[in-house]
């Protein structure tokens, strides 16, 4: 769409269920990011559907069968998970995933010097889990050890990022996953990261199916919305904030 055309949508305002933004500076000034991106609320539907543009003419329509699908992705990879845990295959539904789902489009443009920025800064996600398409360039890596590791695109594929909840509910056995993106020189690249998050009243805690003598709870209980007001006042790392929810 042409600048001007877009430019209305333009907002700082993270209420909004839909906006378009471009990431400055973070980090006390250290780093540059270098990322136009949309952020909208996809789900439930009806609730946002009338705050989505209407251009393209098919953006509506397209999205809201996006939205459909990733969120039908979304159920059976939770079902497969907590049956892999030993817990009811519906253990995730409800509302622990049934939030308002959260999309950002990322648009990392070619830029003429990446060491100087990044796509992303290091961060750890703080809902549930991340369905990320990732397109065909490379550009996201995770953390592994002391260093960072290139996570290839894989044609047709998505990546599955573990979030804080997942790692709280599991008692630390699933781990939330840090990552962050690059920049090039080259070429473009554009992603689409699907965030499925608990309802902001939703009580979190271990399960306590997983817990026994020998695994104790490590977490306290809180609702959700207190996990919100921590992330936004610390570093966003996962160790900084989950160790705010620890048991002593």
């Not at 471009?22 to 990322?35: C, F, L, V």
């Not at 979304?74 to 995933?97: E, M």
């Not at 939330?176 to 805690?205: F, G, M, Q, W, Y």
Request: proline share 6%; hydrophobic share 35%; charged share 25%.
């Amino acid at each position: 769409m042409p600048a001007e055309e877009k430019a209305q949508y333009y907002s700082d305002d993270l209420s909004k269920p839909f906006l378009l933004n471009s990431s400055t500076t973070y980090d006390k000034g250290e780093t540059r990011y270098w990322r136009d991106y949309l952020r909208l609320v996809c789900y439930p539907i009806e609730e946002v559907i009338d705050a989505w543009p209407e251009k393209p003419e098919n953006f509506r329509a397209v999205l809201s069968e996006y939205t459909l699908q990733v969120r039908e992705l979304s159920s059976k990879l939770l079902k497969l998970i907590a049956q892999g845990l030993g817990l009811d295959k519906d253990y995730f539904g409800g509302d622990f995933s049934t939030g308002k789902t959260q999309m950002n489009i990322n648009h990392y443009p070619p830029c003429p010097d990446p060491s100087l920025t990044m796509g992303l800064m290091p961060h750890c996600d703080r809902h549930l889990i991340t369905l990320l398409a990732q397109g065909t360039v490379s550009g996201l890596q995770a953390r592994y050890m002391e260093g960072w590791i290139n996570v290839e695109p894989i044609p047709n594929a998505f990546v599955i990022n573990f979030g804080h909840q997942l790692e709280i509910i599991t008692n630390g056995l699933l781990k939330s996953v840090e990552h962050r993106a690059v920049t090039n020189s080259a070429i473009a690249r554009t992603s689409i990261a699907t965030l499925i998050i608990p309802k902001t009243d939703c009580l979190i805690a271990p399960a306590k199916e997983l817990l026994n003598e020998n695994n104790p709870p490590k977490y306290k209980e809180f609702i959700f919305s207190e996990f919100i007001k921590a992330y936004s006042a610390a570093s966003a790392s996962r160790e900084d904030v989950l160790e705010f929810f620890k048991l002593n």
